[in-house]
């Protein structure tokens, strides 16, 4: 299985000043978590190397990857929009539609590489885990997360424009959920900080505002600490609001 990694320069590549082939590589090897191999001794691919990178993957002869392309998963996701698509255009998702899509979903595998220690011999060893789609694995749940968070935001925005634009079971699930952060993430003036700020005297500073991270709301101040702006009680009393102080609590 093999997948385009990016365009390497060639003899007729022009750079600017703000080039950076090598940079850009590094951040992909990164990304992608591979590592580059030299080509010696070998004329794989050699006639193109220098145009256009390649990611070669390994599986296991017992995967159910093998034979498998990128462009037959991608095939089958397309089945999947064209079943949700045309279910949508004639009427609600039914549970015949969504049986489908799950069928779908289940014939598409993906696979998780698993690095750990041996504890006897300290040598690194690498797994490859490779379960249907529709398998939830907490240590590899790659999609499921993303699509949690996703679905978590849509909703909040479909139940502010409409309540009852939200299914009965999701309003179930998600309302009592949105309350609870609610209660706990709402903004805050003229108190005391609700934690630790490091430029903060109670006899000559006043809270403006404090906003903690919210995951209601989607904001995240440092390691989800709170937004604290505070202002000289002397010049609140003449209401010059020109040196505020904004910090992070921790």
């Not at 951040?27 to 978590?33: A, I, S």
């Not at 017992?62 to 045309?86: C, F, K, M, N, Q």
């Not at 909040?156 to 309540?163: D, G, I, R």
């Amino acid at each position: 299985m093999r997948w385009p990694l990016g365009w390497l320069p060639v003899a007729s590549t022009k750079r600017s000043a703000s080039s950076s082939a090598p940079e850009r590589s590094r951040q992909l090897q990164q990304e992608l978590r591979v590592e580059v191999l030299p080509l010696e001794g070998s004329d794989y691919f050699f006639d193109r190397t220098q145009q256009i990178g390649m990611v070669e993957a390994i599986v296991p002869p017992e995967s159910p990857l093998v034979g498998s392309t990128v462009l037959e998963a991608r095939i089958r996701a397309d089945e999947i929009i064209a079943i949700v698509h045309e279910g949508a255009a004639k009427e609600a998702f039914s549970a015949s539609d969504a049986t489908a899509v799950m069928s779908a979903l289940h014939a598409i595998h993906w696979a998780k590489a698993v690095h750990r220690i041996d504890p006897e011999t300290g040598a690194e060893v690498r797994d490859t885990i490779t379960l249907p789609l529709t398998t939830h694995r907490a240590a590899a749940n790659l999609w499921v997360h993303d699509y949690q968070t996703i679905l978590f935001d849509r909703a909040k925005h479909a139940w502010c424009a409409n309540p009852d634009s939200l299914s009965a079971p999701m309003r179930a699930f998600y309302e009592p959920y949105w309350r609870d952060l609610a209660a706990c993430e709402m903004a805050a003036i003229g108190h005391e900080p609700f934690r630790h700020v490091h430029d903060y005297d109670e006899d000559r500073d006043a809270v403006l505002l404090e906003l903690p991270t919210s995951g209601l709301m989607s904001r995240m101040f440092g390691d989800c600490d709170n937004l604290v702006v505070t202002i000289d009680k002397a010049d609140l009393a003449i209401g010059d609001f020109s040196r505020l102080r904004v910090q992070v609590s921790n």
